[in-house]
T-cell receptor, first 115, second 114 residues
């Protein structure tokens, strides 16, 4: 089932902060974050795993609340280059406790940074 | 430079014709994926492959077919049975299959069927 992202779109001035949320109705094993600029390929930002492990770009900050099945991506002191569409992808916990193979993406959050 | 290539960038076809989209990676990744992207819909998984000569259907496999004869190649055929084939198609790969592996995407192919 597709995760829900909020907000759908946000417009910021350069230097302002933004938070993008991703929530699921299922227990999650991992949450993935990607950014896509118009007409280009999505680029990997971060993975947050059940149990607290994270991997990704050092300048990206995110959280994963396993109990609430939610993740948030924090963009601080935004730069013009942060503009794009942000997608979260979720991997549910299988009945055995491990993670499933499939990654299901949300519909995306459009971020516009103005000078 | 290592990466994923997709060709062509733009593709136009007449309704009723099958069309094959190319995806090649030189990252030595085991897993490869095909996604479809429509405006406002995010990315939806069509097919994925964990190893050579093995692949599984994703969420929207109807009207599509794939092959994985070589590790570096994962072509997607959009058949005439696909009811609404016009979309942006993205190929991706990852080192392994599982919840902790990041995916690397190709530049995409925009298919228009009229």
């Amino acid at each position: 089932q597709q995760p829900v992202q909020s907000p759908q779109a946000v417009i910021l001035r350069e230097g302002e902060d933004a938070v993008i949320n991703c929530s699921s109705s299922k227990a999650l094993y991992s949450v993935h974050w990607y950014r896509q600029k118009h007409g280009e390929a999505p680029v990997f930002l971060m993975i947050l795993l059940k149990g607290g492990e994270q991997k990704g770009h050092e300048k990206i900050s995110a959280s994963f609340n396993e109990k609430k099945q939610q993740s948030s991506l924090y963009l601080t002191a935004s730069q013009l280059s942060y503009s794009g569409t942000y997608f979260c992808g979720t991997v549910p916990v299988m009945y055995s406790g491990g993670g499933a193979d499939g990654l299901t993406f949300g519909k995306g959050t459009h971020l516009i940074i103005q000078p | 430079d290592g990466g994923i290539t997709q060709s062509p960038k733009y593709l136009f076809r007449k309704e009723g014709q099958n069309v094959t989209l190319s995806c090649e990676q030189n990252l030595n990744h085991d897993a490869m994926y095909w996604y479809r992207q429509d405006p406002g819909q995010g990315l939806r998984l069509i097919y994925y492959s964990q190893i050579v000569n093995d692949f599984q259907k994703g969420d929207i496999a109807e009207g599509y077919s794939v092959s994985r004869e070589k590790k570096e190649s994962f072509p997607l055929t959009v058949t005439s049975a696909q009811k609404n084939p016009t979309a942006f198609y993205l190929c991706a790969s990852s080192m392994g299959m599982g919840p902790g592996y990041e995916q690397y995407f190709g530049p995409g192919t925009r298919l228009t069927v009229t």
